[in-house]
């Protein structure tokens, strides 16, 4: 038989007629496959348990921030080299705060704040990580693979004298939050960050702490900059103090010691007004310098927090829970369709094989002219 002979219509109803009893053969295997891999993917999802979904977004504060522009035009740009202007104050560096979300260092700030959170006994104050391992589990799951991890409390957040364990706790945690947290930054530079956890408590109040821990590590910087700004203009006030106390010296002594006179009447002259001009000019800068200082302490004084929220999270919050039913259809799904693909699959190949084997015995039989 060639292969034209196998696709003739009274050959492929015979076929198909063929693996329809083949299948209904061995359709127990079937449906055991399907059952099997139904149930399997069913229990595996009604295990899982439910997550709580917050969610937090904030923009930076246009009008944080003070402006610099006079004093720079004052005091010159070199004083400000690398801290930055007005511009950058008031549009801030989205694609930092991003970054530092996620550090260790803020989520450590957050970790180890004292707060209290309520749990089904009653309210309870605690550091945010001991919460975070009893919400979270963590604990139950140390204690079930018999770790001494599960019996380890932190009694102080001086993170360099941490023990070893209690940084594989911490890093444990830290590793765990990060990938529970995620954020996205819109075309409108507003930063939507949602943190989702087994608790609904741990999820609500976890992302509003993370954020209030932003927020001042973020505008403490920015302060700092302000400060760096107010020091240098106080530096250089200083400074010129001391410049024109010397000139003024110089005047004094000059006049007590020298009269028109007593030598020369043009030469004291002309040396009286050099050193009176010069008197007057580091007055001029000093009292300047004053203006600076002044400018500089107010524009300190009136730094405002650089990062405004806009939504944070309500309860209730949302719950994603598992579907344990579409899983179960699923699983049937698939097994009935693994199943199946077993079975005629594998009566296929062999058909295919002696089909193959078939025609290399007629050829041997019937060789052509090519062959002989």
């Known amino acids: 038989m060639d292969f034209s002979q196998l696709l003739t219509a009274e050959n492929i109803q015979k076929q198909l007629k063929r693996y329809a009893w ?25 295990k899982l348990p439910t997550r709580y979904v917050a969610r937090l977004s904030f923009s930076m504060n246009e009008g944080g921030g003070a402006d610099q522009g006079y004093l720079q035009q004052v005091l010159g740009r070199g004083l400000f080299a690398g801290l930055g202007g007005s511009s950058e104050l008031a549009s801030g560096n989205m694609g930092r705060l991003q970054e530092l979300l996620s550090t260790r260092r803020l989520l450590q700030m957050a970790l180890f704040e004292e707060v209290e959170m309520i749990y089904p006994e ?20 140390w204690a079930e693979n018999e770790s001494s991890l599960a019996e380890l409390y932190f009694q102080h957040k001086n993170f360099e004298q941490f023990s070893r364990q209690e940084n594989v706790v911490l890093q444990a945690v830290v590793g765990r939050i990060q990938q529970q947290l995620t954020q996205e930054l819109s075309p409108s530079e507003i930063l939507n960050i949602r943190f989702v956890s087994n608790s609904e408590v741990l999820s609500h109040d976890f992302i509003n702490l993370l954020y209030d821990k932003l927020n001042t590590y973020y505008s403490n910087q920015s302060v700092e900059k302000q400060r760096r700004i107010f020091e240098a203009a106080r530096s250089r006030r200083d400074s010129l103090e001391q410049e024109m106390d010397r000139a003024e010296e110089d005047y004094i002594k000059y006049l007590n010691q020298h009269n028109a006179t007593a030598q020369g009447r043009y030469a004291e002259s002309i040396r009286t007004q050099y050193l009176a ?20 302490k107010l524009a300190l004084e009136q730094q405002t927090p650089l990062l405004q929220v806009i939504d944070r999270p309500l309860y209730p919050l949302y719950a994603e829970r598992p579907n344990p039913r579409l ?39 019937h060789p052509t002219e090519d062959d002989a």
Do not use: C
Request: proline letters at 1%; hydrophobic letters at 50%; glycine letters at 10%.
């Open 22 to 46: 083949l299948w209904l053969k061995w359709s127990w295997l079937v449906l055991i496959l399907a059952a099997a891999l139904g149930y399997y993917l069913y229990q595996s999802k009604a």
């Open 277 to 296: 001009r010069k008197l007057s000019g580091e007055m001029e800068g000093y009292f300047l310098a004053i203006k600076n200082v002044e400018t500089a």
């Open 122 to 141: 009653g309210p309870k104050k605690d550091f945010m990580i001991h919460h975070y391992l009893e919400l979270q589990g963590m604990r139950k799951q």
């Open 327 to 365: 899983f179960l259809f699923i699983g049937l799904f698939l097994g009935f369709f693994l199943g199946t693909s077993i079975v005629l699959g594998i009566q296929g190949a062999k058909d295919l094989m002696k089909f193959l084997k078939a025609q290399q015995a007629a050829k041997k039989e």
